[in-house]
């Protein structure tokens, strides 16, 4: 498989394929509730997400990708917990989540409701980890107001999802794609086996894909179709420049072995995304799909220790 061809599978495999959506009703979807449902804040104050907040210790922001609630990191919370308070993000209308009343500007209002409340709860430098679409929301917290988070653990996902085919294409470019694929998805609810298709290329374990499925199918059309576009148009490569926390970039490769990728080359396109980062480190799992935390647990969880224990000595 060419270059291009092994950077549409990559793109497609971080954001769902507009395809995957039509108009059957969701109603026979079977949706586990997810543990993040519960606000320990007021939800006035941040109307496109709910938070759920567990442990002791340094603050830690939990974001999850797209159509996920904050359960994808109930793993993760178990691990932290006794040192850290987590902060488990679930952003509304995905997951079965309710949807939020207006998705104009979703992401950016998202990013600037998550700036508002590290604000308002005092939380001093917190951590920041997020997957796919939530580490985009991570950078873009970084980029925005560069003093107010501490070091960032970005969960395969790249600052500019569009360009991962062509290096050159810039956001305005991107848009009528990106239009096209927002009014696709936002005609209808995904398809149970089609999701079920794409849960099972990001992801290893049966149970997990089951439960991945039935987050995607539950996740509302119109929240989805927005976040995909916005991803699409915003082009953080710039910016990152401006990020003065050390930053962990955790990347996936071989969901992409059968299409001729290799470590090496899918390292390349995170070196090349990430080249204006000043204090970063990109480092690849050898076995899991998109969703590290779950296929690479412990790998995950060795990468992001290490990383979180430097920054920690780096403070004293």
Not at 204 to 227: E, F, K, L, M, Y
Not at 288 to 298: R, S, V
Request: glycine share 6%.
């Amino acid at each position: 498989m060419n270059l291009t061809a092994l950077l549409r599978t990559f793109c497609a495999a971080l954001l769902t394929s507009a395809t995957l959506f039509t108009t059957a009703p969701v109603a026979s979807a079977s949706v586990p509730t997810p543990t993040s449902l519960v606000a320990d804040s007021p939800a006035a104050a941040h109307p496109h997400f709910t938070v759920r907040v567990v442990g002791k210790g340094q603050p830690m922001l939990l974001i999850p990708g797209l159509t996920c609630p904050g359960a994808v990191w109930d793993e993760t919370v178990a691990h932290y917990q006794k040192q850290y308070q987590c902060h488990i993000i679930s952003i509304n209308g995905f997951g079965g989540t309710p949807a939020p009343a207006s998705t104009g500007n979703l992401l950016q209002n998202v990013r600037d409701q998550l700036l508002t409340y590290v604000k308002t709860q005092h939380l001093h430098k917190p951590v920041v980890v997020g997957h796919s679409l939530g580490g985009f929301l991570a950078l873009w917290m970084s980029t925005t107001q560069p003093d107010a988070v501490g070091p960032l653990v970005i969960v395969d996902s790249l600052p500019f999802l569009s360009a991962v085919q062509n290096p050159m294409l810039t956001a305005d470019a991107a848009k009528p794609m990106a239009e096209g694929v927002r009014q696709q998805v936002g005609r209808g609810h995904m398809d149970a086996a089609t999701a079920r298709q794409m849960s099972a290329s990001l992801m290893t374990d049966t149970a997990r894909i089951r439960q991945a499925t039935a987050w995607s199918v539950a996740s509302d059309p119109a929240t989805v179709g927005q976040a995909m576009y916005d991803m699409y148009t915003t082009d953080l490569r710039p910016d990152v420049a401006r990020i003065q926390q050390p930053v962990l970039v955790l990347g996936a490769w071989a969901a992409y072995k059968a299409y001729g990728s290799t470590k090496e080359s899918t390292r390349a396109i995170f070196e090349q995304q990430y080249a204006k980062l000043p204090q970063h480190r990109i480092e690849m799992s050898e076995a899991g799909k998109h969703f590290l935390m779950w296929d690479d647990t412990q790998w995950f969880l060795a990468q992001s220790d290490a990383f979180l224990k430097q920054y920690a000595v780096a403070k004293k």
